[in-house]
Structures are given as C-alpha cells and as structure tokens.
C-alpha cells in the first residue's frame, strides 16, 4: 500500500483511494454512502471523486455496479 499521496490526487480522492486498498482485500462490493459515512463526506462527494479514480492508473479496478439507495462500486485490487 502506497504511503506517499499521489500529486494528481485531491485530499478527498487520496482518503477514498486508500480506503478502497485497505478494504478491498476482503471486501469487493462498496456503496458510495457507507464509504462517506466512514470517511466524512457525502455519497455525493464520494461519487464524483471515486470517477477521477476510475480513469487513473491506480492499484485498483473500480466499477460502477448499481444504484440502489446508493451507488454501488465493485472494486478489486491489481
């Protein structure tokens, strides 16, 4: 698990993005809600900044699912 946060990375998508690696381990599936709710931030929040990560080239593979009562994201590491 990288330490140092990437320079093209906000504050909010480096907290989203190293929550995903610590949990994706033993998670795959995560909605948008319940990872702001652990983070401090909005679903909303959390949806437009996890998209930046989705087009990076980052250490994990992240997938808009479904949208329920929240966007669900599938994400597996590389």
Request: glycine residues 8%.
């Amino acid at each position: 698990m990288s330490t140092a946060m990437a320079p093209d990375l906000s504050t909010k998508q480096y907290q989203i993005l190293e929550y995903l690696r610590e949990h994706a381990g033993t998670k795959t599936y995560f909605k948008s809600r319940l990872i702001g709710k652990e983070l401090g931030m909005t679903a909303k929040e959390v949806g437009s900044n996890i998209t930046s990560l989705q087009n990076g080239d980052y250490d994990v593979e992240i997938e808009k699912w479904g949208y329920s009562s929240s966007t669900t994201w599938k994400v597996d590491l590389d």
